[in-house]
Structure formats: structure tokens, C-alpha cells
T-cell receptor, first 113, second 112 residues
Framework: AQSVSQHNHHVILSEAASLELGCNYS??????LFWYVQYPGQHLQLLLK??????LVKGIKGFEAEFIKSKFSFNLRKPSVQWSDTAEYFC???????????FGKGTTLSVSS | ETGVTQSPTHLIKTRGQQVTLRCSSQ?????VSWYQQALGQGPQFIFQ???????GRGNFPPRFSGLQFPNYSSELNVNALELDDSALYLC???????????FGPGTRLTVL
């Protein structure tokens, strides 16, 4: 069965620090990849997605992610975090033949001002 | 454009009862997926409906059932509630099969 692993459970950063959240998945075939964010008191929102093409994808609010097929990874990055980035971040994978999104357990990001 | 909406927001039930949760998909979206998110976990796929037919199911028992209506809104029904069913239930809609899923705010179900 496919699975998604997010390495960091809780990340604490100061404003302006750089961010990288790890995500690895287990599936040998073609995948669609997603990062969703859940701000406090809000619902899950799409940050960015990869379906095909350029493996470096840019999302909203200055986030980007790089798909490295050989490493089965889709890490999320942001060069300079803001206090408003405090949220829970979920990586999700869908096989092209599949219907379900398979989520990691999430990473809580706390940014102090 | 209205996003995905869910009702009710919160619900408290007791063990053994039955519950129905509702979801209105985003305008023009014909596919609805349901997820269960336990505290501290990522969402887990329950099932998906496409044009009123079930199009995939996760590892959930048959007491979890659903419906999709001609206007593409959907219901999730859970029978014989158990304490472990306490969770946030999320509905997501997509324009078509294989497209990006957009999530609603969820229904928080507490089973006592």
C-alpha cells in the first residue's frame, strides 16, 4: 500500500528563517503530488501541486516544492517565513490510477515574531 | 464562486446511534470525496463519488456509506457509531475525476 512520510512533526522557526519540510512517498509509478496547509481555525487549502512537467513548482504565498523522482520526495520550501505561516502542513500523494489522496501525518510549523 | 460547504459544523452523538453528514460541492464539480481526520493525524480516505456512483473506497467498514445526488451534493452516513468514530470529517470536491480536490471546513463529530 502507498504511504506518505513527513519527517518533521513540529518545526519551530523565527521570522525570516528559511523553511524546508520533508515529504517522501512509497509508490513506484506515476504520481500526483500536493501540499495542503491548514491555518488555525481554517480549512485545508491547496498550497501547490505537481502533475507533470517542471519538477520545481511554485505555489501561493512564496512556497515552492521540488519533485525528485529518484528519491521519491516532494519537499516544501520557503526562503523566508513569516509569523502568518504558522499552520499545519500536509503532504499528499495520489497515484494516477487512484482516486484517493494519501496524506502524511502533517507537520506543525510555529513561527515566532 | 461558492466553495465546498459542509453541515453541520459540530455534532455530538452517543455510541450506537446513526449520523448523516452533508456536503455541497463547489459549483461545477461532479466528484466528491470524503475523508476522516483523527486528532493529530492526516486525513484518511473513506470513499469517492463520481456522477452519483461510488468510485473508490478506503479501508472503512460497511457501516460507513454515502450518496451523491443529481446536483452533486453528497451525504456520509455512519451507522452504529463507535467511540473511535470521533473525528473531523472532511468533504472535498473536484471538477472531474483526477482533478485537484478542494476541501470544505469539515464536520467535527464527537461520539460519547
Amino acid at each position: 500500500a502507498q504511504s506518505v512520510s513527513q519527517h518533521n512533526h513540529h518545526v519551530i522557526l523565527s521570522e525570516a528563517a528559511s523553511l524546508e519540510l520533508g515529504c517522501n512517498y512509497s509508490y513506484g509509478g506515476t504520481v500526483n503530488l500536493f501540499w495542503y496547509v491548514q491555518y488555525p481555525g481554517q480549512h485545508l487549502q491547496l498550497l501547490l501541486k505537481y502533475f507533470s512537467g517542471d519538477p520545481l513548482v511554485k505555489g501561493i504565498k512564496g512556497f515552492e516544492a521540488e519533485f525528485i523522482k529518484s528519491k521519491f520526495s516532494f519537499n516544501l520550501r520557503k526562503p523566508s517565513v513569516q509569523w502568518s505561516d504558522t499552520a499545519e502542513y500536509f503532504c499528499a500523494v495520489r497515484t494516477q490510477a487512484g482516486t484517493a489522496l494519501i496524506f502524511g501525518k502533517g507537520t506543525t510549523l510555529s513561527v515566532s515574531s | 464562486e461558492t466553495g465546498v460547504t459542509q453541515s453541520p459544523t459540530h455534532l455530538i452523538k452517543t455510541r450506537g446511534q446513526q449520523v448523516t453528514l452533508r456536503c455541497s460541492s463547489q459549483s461545477g464539480h461532479n466528484t466528491v470525496s470524503w475523508y476522516q481526520q483523527a486528532l493529530g493525524q492526516g486525513p484518511q480516505f473513506i470513499f469517492q463519488y463520481y456522477r452519483e456512483e461510488e468510485n473508490g473506497r478506503g479501508n472503512f467498514p460497511p457501516r460507513f456509506s454515502g450518496l451523491q445526488f443529481p446536483n452533486y451534493s453528497s451525504e456520509l452516513n455512519v451507522n452504529a457509531l463507535e467511540l473511535d468514530d470521533s473525528a473531523l470529517y472532511l468533504c472535498a470536491s473536484s471538477l472531474d475525476l483526477g482533478d485537484t480536490q478542494y476541501f470544505g471546513p469539515g464536520t467535527r463529530l464527537t461520539v460519547l
